[in-house]
Structures are given as structure tokens and as C-alpha cells.
């Protein structure tokens, strides 16, 4: 009996309880406060509410102030309409479990199947795949970090404790007011309707809110997205790099223009922020095999895909671990896929390629959205690719690879997708309505996805 419940201490203790421990105090693998001089984050737990988020997206409009709501799955159900106008507003979606569970008494399967019920219903409303989570009451356990994917979880640096109805609007004014500063992530809540809250206790959260909003709007401060503080924040991070390290990032950069102009890339996304560039060249590998009994051969035309550098260091500057930057690389990639898919449909050069190709460091998890990987062949340009990439590494993070374990991460792999994949990612009718047939004789590419703790880069034309 004595030895059954040490074992249950031990799982709790490793389980739940540090898991949660190390992310509130340390911050570890999660985003709790900003690094800015004007913004602020609002953040709006365990709705939508018929009755309160209506009115607090008119309070919001009426300061043109941006906010992120953390949704309850189930809550959401029924409530399209108000997760359609959250978007066309500016607002971000994130997720807060399909019920409003602890992760700590969940297993990781069902915290899962929470994630993936909650993100069903919000891309079926609004068209667009949530990227950043709040478990409910903050609280992660030890299999979040790895169960998460792509997403990012973000916590807080201020509550107030406004789903209690009887702390009052005053008493919840003065405690908000007390954290009007730049970079703060206040939580707050829009519905009353989870276990511990109070139903109507929103509506003290509402005065109080228009208070802090007309009081930050006075000190010049302004209320942005999630996404947009995280930005913020990343871009201060990369500002404090050493003059040497931003002289050396500058040159890569320098020398990236220059093979983009000599090959002629073409970049895909913002024209000052893109996520991609492509060109289209010939394949001279060795013969490959493709998904449906298709083949890769020497001559045939490939899309040539690479990562902006320039986000690369972006990423690498800002990222706490190779693991967290992986992270970060994976939603850009997943964002910029369908940009990447409809321009690759409307460019007349990339019609008759056969797919899309890439040579890259992080492979692992490529094969879920339907990438083949392969090593490179032995010789030359395997040794060169390799070399190179444990360049960029050390410009891009200061860092150098010692560990054993790390030897396999960064090594190079050829990455292949079928022209055809790419016709589930495109959002441009003419492209995403293509029968197989005009698939077959008119191939498009693809990007690719990154699960592995390591690097991407243009000249290796990786993705």
C-alpha cells in the first residue's frame, strides 16, 4: 500500500504538479508577458456568451482596441456567428479545451481530442486553424509540451479575479488599473458558465474593462492580438543582439539577396515578410518514387522550394531552445502553405512541374502532410549541404552542435512532395476545384513541415 501511493506521488509530482510549477514560475515553453513600450494583450477566457461577448466586442470596437479569446469548445458550438464576427473584427481565436477540464486529470489523449473537438469548431466557423493555447486554470502537464504540436501556449502576467460576482466593478477597476502598464497579458472573462465562476459576474468585468480602456487610451497605450504581442516582443528580442552578431546576420542577409536576384526566387507572402521563395528548376537526381505509382526523374520539373532567411533569424534570435524553434518554424510554414499553393496555381512557369522539392535539416514529421524524405546521396554536395547548414547555425544562434545526439538532427535530407498534395492547401477556387485529371497534367508543389529541433535555409533549398 505504502509502495502504491509513493508511486502515485511520483506521478502526480511529475506528471502534473512541476510540469505546471516550472511553466507558471520560469515561463518554460509558454508566452506569459510582452517585451513592448505601448501595447497591451486582453485576453478573454471560457466563452463566447450570447448574452456578454456581443457586448464586449462593442466595447472593444468602440476603442478600436484588438483582444484574444480563448474559447470553450462546447460553448462555442451553436455560436458561429460571434467566432465569425471575433475574426472579421481582428480578433485572435485561441483554444481552451472543449470542456473547461484541468489537463492534470486528464490523460494526454483526451487533452488531445479536447484540442482537436475545440479547433474543429473553430475552423469550420471562421476558416482558420488556431494556433495558440490556454489550458484551462493554466495548467500543463507533462506530456503538453510534446502533445501540443503546433501550437503555442500562452498563460498570463495579471488576473483579477473577475468571475466572482461579488468582488465588485470598483474593486475590479482599481486591481486592473494597478496593472495598466506596457507588455502586460491580462486575463479576463467573458462568460460566467464554467465551474467556480459566477454567471453574470461579466458584467462587472465589462465597466471595469471600459475604465482601463479609456484610461490606456489616455496614457497613448494600445490593445493588440496575442500574435501581435508576441511579434512585438520577438522583434525586441532580436534588437538586443550583439553588434557582432547583428554585423554577421546582415552580411548572410546580404549575401541571400544576391542569390535570390541571380536565381530569380519568387517570393511568396508579404512582400516585406515573406514566408517562402520558390523557383522552378529541373530535378537531377536519381529517380524517385512518388505517391500513385508516379516518378521523380532526372529532367523533370521540380519547384524549388526555400525559407526566408531573413525569418529564420528572426526565429532563431527569439527561440529559447532548437525545440522551440522548430515550434515557431512549423506555424509559419502551416501559414504559408496556402499562400504558397495559390501562387504556384497562378504562376504559368510552375504548370507543368512534377512537384516540389527541398533539401532541409528538419524532416522528422514530413511525411504527415505528405512529404517523402530521403537522404542525399553520397558526395559533394551532401558534404557541402551539411557544412553549410552548421554554418548558418552558428551565425543565425551562436551556437555550436557538441552533443552525439544532435549529429543525426542536422543531418541534411531531401524532402519530395507530389504536385497534386498541394491541391488540399489552396484556398483559390480555380485552383482547389482542379479535377485529378487536370492534377495529372498540371502539377503544382508543395512546402513542407518542420517537427525537429534544427535549421532551414534558402541556398540548400530548404524549406
Known sequence: MEKLLLWCFYVATFYAFLPGLISR???????????????????????????????????????????????????????????????????????????????????????????????????????????????????????DYSNLGHLQIVLWSAMFGDWRQRVGAERLQRRMLKRLKPGEVLLLHDCGMTFGADRHAPANMLI????????????GYSFVGINEMIRLTDNARVSKRSPIKRVSVALWLLWERAFHVLFRLKSVG??????????????????????????????????????????????????????????????????????????????????????????????????????????????????STQIYLRLLLRVLTGQKRKQRSAKAAIEPRMLIMPAATIRGYATDSAVASLSKTEQKSEPL????????????????TAI
Do not use: C
Open 25 to 143: 514560475t520560469f515561463g518554460f515553453r509558454v508566452f506569459k508577458k510582452g517585451r513592448v513600450e505601448k501595447e497591451i494583450a486582453l485576453t478573454f477566457d471560457d466563452g463566447p456568451d450570447s448574452t456578454y461577448t456581443p457586448q464586449l466586442l462593442d466595447l472593444l470596437a468602440r476603442y478600436g482596441a484588438k483582444a484574444t479569446f480563448f474559447v470553450v469548445g462546447s460553448h462555442a458550438e451553436g455560436q458561429e456567428e460571434l467566432l465569425r464576427r471575433m475574426k472579421a473584427e481582428g480578433h485572435v481565436i485561441g483554444i481552451h479545451n472543449y470542456v473547461h477540464k484541468s489537463n492534470w486529470v486528464m490523460r494526454p489523449r483526451t487533452v488531445r481530442r479536447q484540442i482537436e473537438r475545440t479547433t474543429e469548431v473553430i475552423e469550420r466557423a471562421t476558416g482558420d486553424k488556431p494556433v495558440y493555447y490556454r489550458p484551462p486554470w493554466g495548467i500543463v502537464n507533462l506530456f
Open 445 to 460: 508543389g508543395l512546402g513542407a513541415v518542420v517537427d525537429e529541433p534544427a535549421l532551414m535555409d534558402s541556398k540548400t
Open 270 to 383: 508579404q512582400s516585406d515578410d515573406p514566408a517562402f521563395h520558390y523557383r522552378i528548376t529541373t530535378y537531377s537526381g536519381k529517380p524517385v518514387s512518388l505517391a500513385e505509382g508516379d516518378k521523380l526523374e532526372k529532367g523533370d520539373r521540380i519547384a524549388e522550394l526555400h525559407f526566408d532567411n531573413r525569418k529564420l533569424s528572426a526565429i532563431a534570435a527569439v527561440s529559447k531552445s532548437p525545440v522551440a524553434a522548430a515550434i515557431r518554424m512549423l506555424r509559419e510554414v502551416e501559414q504559408g502553405l496556402p499562400m504558397l499553393a495559390d501562387q504556384l496555381g497562378a504562376d504559368k512557369d510552375a504548370r507543368d512541374i512534377k512537384a516540389v522539392y527541398g533539401v532541409t535539416m528538419i524532416h522528422r514529421g514530413a511525411d504527415r502532410v505528405g512529404f517523402q524524405v530521403y537522404d542525399l546521396p553520397q558526395g559533394l554536395f551532401a558534404t
Open 208 to 219: 471595469a474593462l471600459e475604465a482601463y480602456l479609456q484610461a490606456g487610451t489616455e496614457r
